[in-house]
């Protein structure tokens, strides 16, 4: 089983939609992440949480929003969908930091398209 | 403010040939950098960080603090190392522990 599971893996929604992408781990990490990855663009993070009581939002966090309902699980909503929201987007985990072995654990990624 | 610049969006060479993809940052600190691969339709994954000091798949990475840059190499590039490749740099001395990505190299390698 992945360690950090994406659900869905393909979405498409119509523009002005709700629409939630999940992620779950299994790596009892209490950081995880949310990117959006664009061709040409990289990777841009939306929101950040360190526990399940801290988030913040990242450099693209318009039009977001995220709840983390339990150390395992941070979900990502986009309240009215519109297209330039298409995109790619990764949920990530990570090792506190001064952890020896520190880095990012990704997920297989959502392909979310708003037509 | 942290910023990772990758140069090349795209990078072919032939199957044999040295690669070497371009990494350079911008940190007042002491950063910790780290280069990530994704294969086709695959996830994102660790390739190396500097501060190991190792070498994976036959790729290195050496910082040079003078110039700022993490290029990553590899003497004999194959056909298999066709991926997209993301420098980052995380801070240290920070808490936030946060991930600066660059915006990636798609390196080719033809037969």
């Known amino acids: 089983d992945a360690d950090v599971t994406q659900t869905p893996r393909n979405r498409i929604t119509k523009t002005g939609k709700r629409i939630m992408l999940e992620c779950s781990q299994t790596?009892?990490?209490?950081?995880m992440y949310w990117y959006r990855q664009d061709p040409g663009l990289g990777l841009r993070l939306i929101y950040y949480?360190?526990?399940?009581?801290?988030?913040n939002k990242g450099e693209i966090s318009d039009g977001y929003s995220v709840s983390r309902q339990a150390q395992a699980k941070f979900s990502l909503s986009l309240e009215s969908a519109i297209p330039n929201q298409t995109a790619l987007y990764f949920c990530a985990t990570s090792d506190p930091v001064g952890t020896a072995n520190y880095g990012y654990t990704f997920g297989s990624g959502t392909r979310l398209t708003v037509v | 403010a942290q910023r990772v610049t990758q140069p090349e969006k795209l990078l072919s060479v032939f199957k044999g040939a040295p690669v070497e993809l371009k990494c350079n940052y911008s940190y007042s600190g002491s950063p910790e950098l780290f280069w990530y691969v994704q294969y086709s339709r695959q996830r994102l994954q660790l390739l190396l960080r500097h501060i190991s000091r190792e070498s994976i798949k036959g790729f290195t990475a050496d910082l040079n603090k003078g110039e700022t840059s993490f290029h990553l190499k590899k003497p004999f590039a194959q056909e298999e190392d066709s991926a997209m490749y993301y420098c980052?740099?995380?801070?240290?001395?920070?808490?936030?522990?946060?991930?600066?990505f660059g915006r990636g190299t798609q390196l080719t390698v033809w037969p």
């Open positions: 949480s360190f526990d399940v009581k801290d988030i």
């Open positions: 980052a740099l995380r801070g240290r001395g920070s808490t936030l522990g946060r991930l600066y």
């Open positions: 790596k009892g990490h209490d950081r």
